[in-house]
């Protein structure tokens, strides 16, 4: 008996151990979780040397092409000769994200490819030192998102297929980046964490660290602990992230869906994710990629991305759409327009998305609800016929409404439900949105 609580003590030791333990956010950082929650949608930008590759050709391939194309690193790192985005302009960047209606952007500040697209000083690996551009896309993307108010967070590539000192090697970036066959992690994990220090210092107040990567090399020390207080410690308010596809480590401030619904696993990256309390975030591609792949056509429309949106508020989970930029700096023109169309509905129906949490019936085939106040706004995106029976809601209803024009929906409450008559001339091809006002 005594041996199995000790053993079990140990593992909870070991488990804890691997993160920021006893980790208790401060006023701020609650704060920002709120704030955070309140946006709801978010633009997601993947830019780096391999946009110069364009894909290469593949589906799917983008920012994974060194590893994909085994390219070595003294070939690859070739590419930042060629990096000069003429075409960037950062108001370009930001308005369009504002227009499409949303209030914050990440962008990559490494990638796997180990490559820093900001001026960093513990690596000579970057833009600033490496690329006919020399400036600091980082820095100017910020001052642009200061400049029109939206917030910016950074990827950070825990996983790193150029530094020596990534040894042990995980599943990928192995032999054929011509690295010595040794290294020392915990220098790594020093130059990671160095990084970092600058992400959070040179540049102002940052929304997050949004990290990806670890489950490169799982069975790794990744020195979490370490490395999550420091960055509270930097920034208080910063929120981290992770996509280690687990229940969120403690010091994590929000918890990542992949191209998935909470719960959902559809892509099968999220097979037995937990969904926890903190604040939820769902990220979607609008093709295959999400670097910039000249080969891929697969775009969703923006219905799918509005309906996708609007299931994951329903979760009260954010959404975050991703852009890969091409290599002079400009924004693919497919996604301009369909970033356009997604800000002209939010531009109308935003009140049903921002500043709502959850509704109080969870998401189904026929669509989902949020909650604002004393409103639920039901969001019904799929309905074959004119009525739809819906769990009665936990409080009593003062009045349905049709969101669009406003006029009163017929209902009836029974035990078995609420029935809604929805009739066909009044259904919305995209989300037909009903507001329920309930008295208190
Ligand atoms: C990662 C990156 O590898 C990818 O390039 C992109 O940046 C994306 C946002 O994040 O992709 C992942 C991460 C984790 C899993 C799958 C893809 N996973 O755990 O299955």
């Known amino acids: 008996m005594r041996v199995i609580i000790l053993l079990s003590i140990f593992t909870i030791l070991l488990y804890s151990s691997s993160a920021q333990e006893g980790y208790q956010p401060t006023p701020e950082n609650l704060q920002r979780r709120e704030w955070y929650q309140d946006a709801r949608f978010g633009l997601y930008i993947h830019w780096g040397l391999y946009s110069i590759m364009a894909g290469g050709g593949d589906q799917g391939v983008a920012e994974w092409i060194m590893n994909n194309k085994k390219i070595p690193i003294k070939q690859y790192e070739k590419l930042a000769g060629f990096f000069n985005p003429t075409g960037f302009d950062p108001a370009e960047w930001v308005t369009m ?17 180990g490559f820093a697209m900001y001026d960093s000083e513990v690596s000579g690996y970057n833009i600033v030192d490496q690329t006919p551009y020399g400036k600091d896309i980082i820095k100017k993307l910020k001052d642009e998102c200061d400049k029109q108010g939206i917030m910016l967070a950074f990827y950070y590539s825990q996983l790193d297929w150029h530094h020596p000192d990534y040894y042990p090697r ?101 097979k037995g994710q937990p969904v926890s309390e903190l604040p939820l975030e769902v990220v979607e ?95 019904i995106l799929d309905l074959e016929d004119e009525n739809l029976l819906i769990p009665n809601l936990p409080e009593k209803i003062k009045s349905i409404k049709f969101f669009d024009g406003g006029d009163n929906v017929n209902y009836k409450v029974s035990d078995y439900g609420t ?14 949105i009903l507001v329920v006002e309930l008295t208190k």
Do not use: C
């Not at 979490?224 to 509270?232: A, D, R, V």
């Not at 029935?419 to 037909?432: A, F, G, H, R, V």
């Open 285 to 379: 591609t609008m093709n295959g990629s999400w670097g910039f792949n000249i080969n891929d056509q697969d775009y969703k429309s923006p219905k799918q991305l509005i309906q996708t949106m609007v299931k994951a508020a329903g979760y009260g989970a954010n959404f975050v759409v991703n852009t890969g930029p091409m290599p002079n700096g400009k924004i693919q023109p497919e996604n301009v327009k369909t970033l356009m169309e997604m800000g002209k509905w939010m531009e109308k129906y935003g009140e049903t998305i921002y500043e709502t949490r959850k509704g109080p019936i969870g998401p189904k085939k026929w669509g989902a609800t949020t909650k604002k106040g004393d409103k639920v706004f039901v969001h």
């Open 170 to 270: 995980g599943g990928t970036g192995q032999k054929y980046t011509g690295r010595p066959e040794s290294g020392d992690w915990y220098k790594y994990l020093d130059y990671m964490d160095a990084q970092l220090t600058e992400l959070l210092t040179n540049y102002g107040d940052i929304l997050g660290i949004w990290f990806d990567g670890m489950w490169d090399n799982r069975g790794a020390d990744w020195r979490l602990g370490k490395t999550y207080s420091l960055i509270h410690k930097l920034q208080p308010a910063s929120l981290i992230s992770s996509n280690h596809k687990r229940a969120p480590f403690p010091g994590e401030d929000m918890q990542k869906f992949e191209r998935d619904l909470p719960g959902e696993n559809t892509m099968g990256f999220s």
């Open 419 to 432: 029935l809604l008559n929805i009739p066909k001339e009044k259904q919305n091809d995209i989300n037909t």
């Open 97 to 113: 994200a504002k227009k499409a209606g949303m209030k914050y952007i990440i962008i990559t500040s490494k990638h796997h490819d």
